[in-house]
């Protein structure tokens, strides 16, 4: 496929699948032609609802996902997943594992998986999986899911840039609340108690609730608890329901707008920082020169205030 930025565009627009696929290969691959494509796509961008599931390995976050996916499917709304998972099982077997589970949707044109590759430095990931979402958003899915696994800020700035963010707890296997990350605690809009079908789903509930009348309402809403059982579709209603009314509870008080400016906020602080180290330290000999000054600092034969100076100068800014 040999095409213009412009008919490129058109297509993921079209909610081409091929065209869409090649765009995320080159939002991965850092492109160049995926900031002109996507400058192309952001002004029909903003329409999407975008759900972000967060939690620890194994609790079902893939499976809710999965059973989320079709309740949106029957009611005729396009979806798009993203699975973003920094261990490495994920972009090995388990995104196998994971065609499998959805191979329910084969078929399916409405319906867009993506596992990301957790490759590049610098919070690589979280920007490419924002790139990612605004793309579906453009080809024209109506509700986006986000899995991450719940364990360090990267995937918390992940989840970040979700309307709504649901964290999913399961009961037993000392998964006790206590334990849990107060980060997680901190993003929650919807908890998503799962695998009720096990014992301790009400112990679990309790400490659940003790712990959210502690935390302070944020933005006026109190986190909704849910139980399902993902494997036997219990539940699924319920936790559509109560996304829905998050949905309309943010966006009639404004908070979703705000939301998104506070996304914005941050989202281009990170752009810049980016922009900035690429022009430092990019080019192929960026490392060899960071890796030289560390040297010369740690030898301490040069303090690092003198080693930024020096690199900020020979990019041509003033110090
Ligand atoms: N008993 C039970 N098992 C579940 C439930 N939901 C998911 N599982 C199983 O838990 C395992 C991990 O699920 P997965 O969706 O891959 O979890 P993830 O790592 O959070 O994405 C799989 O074997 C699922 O079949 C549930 O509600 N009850
Ligand atoms: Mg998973």
Redesign the pocket.
């Known amino acids: 496929m040999n095409l213009s930025v412009d008919d490129w565009a058109a297509k993921i627009l079209d909610g081409d699948v091929r065209a869409v696929s090649r765009a995320i290969t080159a939002i991965e691959n850092h492109a160049t032609e995926s900031e002109a494509l996507l400058r192309q796509l952001f002004p029909h961008t903003g329409q999407a609802y975008l759900t972000g599931v967060t ?1 620890a ?7 809710l996902v999965d059973r989320l996916a079709a309740h949106y499917r029957k009611q005729e709304e396009r979806v798009g997943i993203v699975a973003v998972d920094p261990t490495s099982p994920y972009s090995g077997g388990a995104i196998l594992g994971d065609r499998i589970r959805m191979q329910g949707h084969a078929g399916d044109s409405g319906i867009f998986i993506r596992s990301m590759a957790t490759r590049g430095f610098l919070g690589g990931l979280a920007r490419t999986t924002a790139e990612v979402v605004l793309l579906l958003d453009a080809a024209g899915k109506h509700q986006i899911l986000i ?1 991450t696994v719940g364990v360090g800020q990267d995937e918390i700035d992940i989840v970040r840039l979700a309307d709504c963010v649901l964290v ?1 707890l399961v009961p037993g296997l000392g998964d006790d609340i206590q334990n849990m990350k107060a980060g997680l605690m901190e993003i929650g809009d919807v908890f998503v108690l ?2 009720c ?2 014992e301790g789903a009400v112990r679990l509930e309790e400490q659940l609730h003790a712990m959210l009348s502690l935390v302070m309402p944020r933005d006026g809403w109190h986190p909704t608890v849910v139980r ?4 036997e579709n219990r539940g699924i209603d319920e936790l559509a329901t109560a996304i829905e009314r998050f949905r309309k509870y943010f966006e009639s008080s404004g908070q979703r707008s705000r939301r998104h400016v506070e996304h914005w906020k941050n989202r281009l602080v990170e752009m810049l920082e980016s922009r900035l180290l690429e022009k430092v330290l990019g080019g192929k000999n960026g490392e060899a020169k960071l890796q030289e000054l560390a040297a010369t600092v740690a030898a301490r034969k040069k303090d690092p205030f003198s080693a930024v100076s020096e690199l900020l100068k020979s990019s041509g800014f003033d110090d």
């Open positions: 939690g390995p194994g609790t079902g976050k893939s499976t899995e999913v799962n695998k079908d096990r399902t059982v993902a494997t």
